[in-house]
């Protein structure tokens, strides 16, 4: 019972039903009046045609004053305004049904994208089995949505009521004669459906294969890897990379198609039979003047609508496909809210750090990986200093970031912020202030003005302000270069807009976390910065940057060592633990891992210089 009750909870079409007051309860009240209008409309346009037909021989021979004439008259004028009736409200149904249909799926993107982004980590984000469930969910991956299903919902329940009326004449006419074509043509239908569910289920199981076929999509279409597409000729294998795992993903949901096809035609050829007794039914009344010319025009309509019963167009397609959807995006939204309520804290981080930041013990490995980045770690990070991270690639250095970002949580071992452990604070609040910018920062197809203004959205529209962040982060002559200055977008996708440097895009980014620690952050992390500027250019930035932001706990990732020397401290870290740590000078008299790599690349430097 419990299974069954839950089944039932969880049925796509119940959700779906449940979530369609979502798009307002005016629209849906209006929608529905509609919906159980169609049927009444129906049967006076079938009534009246009966009432016509069968009254136009007496009319013919009375004329338009006896009885039967006007009973003609009236019978026009009724089926006229039926027929009227029923165009004009399956247009406005239609229209109405569109606008559920956006309506729905504006709602249910925002309902995703709030989920998405409500855990303070990104676990989720990084998760293979969760991209793949929300892949399920994504309508340009399906073809279908959940305001599609909600829209054709609307047309399906007008064909299911447009049965009431003939079901009744019918059982006016022989009493088991609807029961025994209803039998017949409601299993039909189930075993329609359930074909067409299995198409749909196969579909969504191969998710993940199919994500992973776009992705071959996407490198032709975007600009990101449009030059390397070319100059190594890479077209055909794009190409010939996405038929291949497209055409493997759907090779199982075609023979899952193809299953029950026996079972199908059973069921069509059962169902055609009891239509065709019936027609023979109705014919031989006919024949034999057990009922008359007006009885037997309703009754053959009548035998019209039972069809209805069969109806299965794109409506229920996408009704099938669109609701499968909506069990998964609400689990996926629960699961979200759930990890979210894991990661809570009350504890308000303002003013914080004020002493220190501390690694104590921790360990961390990835979700769905075996290796461990940190066995054990501990690290003091001390407010108001700048320290400087060194290790070779893989030794965990942004891991760290995300840890102290608290973008993820330790396997074990903890965080504290002047002794309160990370987990307490307010991760929102706490993620305020931690200004970070990473190696791979967001180049956003935004104005200029809102690629710097995101360091603090508060302060985002003060043009004063994001000029002074733009010169301290020497960024201020490639704004004014800009042929709209601040409002300049930059990509070149849209007109107008223009891209940059490499080095350009990172001062732009500089100047963003710059406004992040005047908009109140008080950790600045910078993981390597400045790799894409020379040395000279670096230097200068780092002179100027430093000196900016003292007093400003300040994290430096880099592999360039005239960029960590100029911090207060040093810390080597490899084999996911600290192996080092002191300033430059001392790190070099100690002769370890760091005048080690300090001196290799002081080699390279003498060479290139000679």
Known sequence: ????????????????????????????????????????????????????VGNIPDAVAGGFGSSAGRAVVVATVVLGAAFVLQHA?????????????????????????????GPPGIAHVEDPEMLDRIAKTRTERQGFSPGQAAASMVQVAVNRLQVVPPFVLLGLFRWWLP??????????????????????????????????????????????????????????FFVDRYASQYLAAMAIVWRDRSRGQRRLLTALLVSTLTNTLGYVLIARAGASGAIGLDQLTVLIGAMAGMRMILALGNEDVAVEHGSAMLPEALAIEADLRARREAMAGDVSPANMPATNVRFEGVCFRYPGTERDIYDGIDLEIRAGESLAIVGINGAGKTTLVKLLARLHDPTAGRITVDGVDLRDLD????????????????????????????????????????????????????????????????????????????????????????????????????????????VRAEAEIYDRFLELTRNVTTIVISHRFSTVRRADRIVVIDHGRVVEEGT???????????????????????????
């Open 179 to 236: 029961f025994v074509m209803g039998v017949g043509m409601v299993w039909t239908r189930i075993v329609m459906q359930r074909h067409i569910l299995r198409s749909v289920q196969a579909s969504m199981g191969q998710s993940g294969a199919l994500r992973r076929a776009e992705y071959f999509v996407d490198l032709a279409l975007l600009p990101t890897a449009a030059k390397e597409a070319r100059v190594f000729g890479l077209g055909r």
């Open 584 to 610: 430059h000078d001392e790190l070099v008299a100690l002769d370890g891992e760091y005048a080690r790599m300090f001196r290799l690349q002081a080699a390279r430097f003498e060479v290139v210089d000679g």
């Open 427 to 534: 991760p929102d609040a706490w993620q305020r202030r931690v200004a970070a910018i990473f190696q791979d920062f967001t180049r956003y197809e935004l104005s200029a003005a809102d690629n710097v203004g995101l360091g603090s959205i508060e302060l985002r529209d003060d043009v004063d302000v994001l000029d002074h962040a733009a010169q301290q982060a020497g960024a201020k002559g490639i704004v004014d270069g800009l042929p709209g200055g601040w409002d300049t977008v930059l990509s070149r996708r849209f007109t107008g807009g223009v891209d940059l440097s490499g080095g350009e895009w990172q001062r732009l980014a500089l100047a963003r976390a710059l406004l992040a620690v005047r908009g109140g952050a008080g950790i600045l992390v910078l993981d390597e910065p400045t790799a894409n500027l020379d």
């Open 1 to 52: 019972m419990n299974r069954l009750r839950t089944k039932w909870r969880t049925s796509p079409r119940l959700v779906l039903l449940r979530t369609m007051p979502a798009v307002g309860w005016p629209l849906t009240a209006v929608v529905s009046f509609l919906v159980l209008l169609a049927p009444l409309l129906t049967l006076t346009f079938t009534l009246a045609s009966g009432e016509l």
């Open 89 to 117: 409200t399956a247009g406005i149904r239609e229209v109405m049904a569109a606008d559920v249909h956006r309506r729905l799926d504006r709602h249910m993107d925002a309902r995703l994208l709030d989920a998405t982004l």
